[in-house]
């Protein structure tokens, strides 16, 4: 047994933060599937960015749907939705074995709209209804206009992966939103089986921004801070859904939404490349790994329920960042900023390419 299939002893499950149209149909996927226990995948527009200009793998595609007239942004959609619903296909044996809780894929809402929650809430509908699988999830991101979406979603029983979440007091939000989103739906009379929904929780991009910040001090602090923060939120998380009112829901069908950790890659090359692996396993939550870091962790990954070690040290990491003078909420703000325009750019460089 790999280390990777060992990390669902301990209740943490595997997905993939990467997608390609030909590893799901030469059997690439069902092995990893078969052999390493993966059990969902995430896609994102730097990810199809690199899938469909980086190769001919859609070449033929593209060239056939604009010879229909197609505009560039409708071939995007057209291609991406077959993938996802492809590898949704592939999943579904996971998700019916376990009932539901795993065996997602989940395509991202356009980045241009995380600011405008109708237009997020409209185009989320419309690719739910158009992948028509029970196991996909859309991705919404947590900005502010993003949380009335999430809610309003969830309360249409449309699975939703929350993303771009790097602070703590945006993930409280994004649990209340789910959570709202679930009332909402029991008022109304309408069931709550099914519904899935996970809190994407980035980590490297955390250290990467505070180890700037702390320049030359406090030495001892760098590349701390994203592990610390991703421990604080499993305490979150175990008191936001092992609460009473949430057993309320529970009895009713709810899932909890779970935590995953994204942006599993080592940033630091100085650094171990399973940094963002080890540490945060516990039960419950979901690890998306890059290719690189799956195949890492896949050779030297040691897998032990770590998540809830150490947590006073943890929470003095924290308290030493704030008498430093750094403050998370405005590196929340930062990094979700800088987050957007991340999936904006490579969105805007794809559709030109389709286009050309």
Not at 106 to 133: F, G, K, M, Y
Not at 243 to 261: C, I, K, T, Y
Request: proline letters at 3%; aromatic letters at 6%; one cysteine or more.
């Amino acid at each position: 047994m790999n280390s990777l299939i060992k990390l669902n002893k301990y209740g943490q499950s595997v997905w993939l933060d990467y997608i390609r149209r030909d590893m799901i149909h030469n059997g690439e996927l069902q092995d990893l599937i078969n052999k390493d226990g993966l059990s969902g995948i995430t896609s994102n527009p730097a990810i199809f960015e690199k899938a469909i200009a980086n190769s001919s793998i859609y070449k033929d595609s593209i060239h056939e749907l604009s010879d229909q007239g197609l505009s560039a942004l409708k071939i995007y959609d057209i291609l991406s939705i077959k993938d996802v619903r492809d590898a949704a296909d592939c999943f579904r044996p996971v998700y019916d074995k376990t009932h539901g809780r795993d065996g997602f894929v989940s395509l991202e809402v356009n980045p241009h709209l995380a600011h405008d929650t109708e237009r997020t809430i409209t185009e989320a509908r419309r690719l739910w209804q158009e992948l028509d699988r029970p196991n996909v999830m859309i991705k919404v991101p947590a900005t502010i206009k993003g949380l009335p979406a999430v809610t309003q979603l969830i309360s249409e029983g449309i699975n939703v992966n929350v993303t771009l979440i790097f602070g703590l007091k945006r993930y409280h939000a994004v649990m209340q939103s789910y959570i709202e989103g679930l009332k909402l739906r029991a008022i109304k009379g309408k069931s709550l089986n099914g519904i899935a929904s996970v809190a994407s929780f980035f980590l490297s991009r955390i250290d990467t921004l505070v180890d700037i910040l702390l320049n030359d001090t406090a030495q001892e602090l760098k590349g701390q801070t994203a592990i610390a923060c991703a421990k604080i939120a499993y305490q979150k998380y175990k008191n936001k859904f092992g609460s009473e009112s949430f057993a309320n829901l529970a009895e009713e069908g709810a899932q909890v939404q779970r935590l995953l950790w994204a942006s599993t890659g080592t940033k630091n090359p100085e650094e171990s490349d399973i940094k963002y692996v080890d540490p945060i396993i516990g039960t419950g939550t979901v690890n998306t790994l890059p290719v690189a870091t799956l195949n890492a962790y896949r050779d030297h990954g040691d897998p032990a329920s770590r998540i809830e070690d150490n947590i006073p040290e943890t929470e003095n990491v924290l308290i030493k960042l704030q008498e430093l003078g750094i403050d998370l909420d405005t590196v929340t703000r930062q990094l979700e900023d800088e987050g957007v325009e991340k999936f904006n750019q490579p969105f805007d460089k794809l559709i030109k390419t389709i286009g050309m």
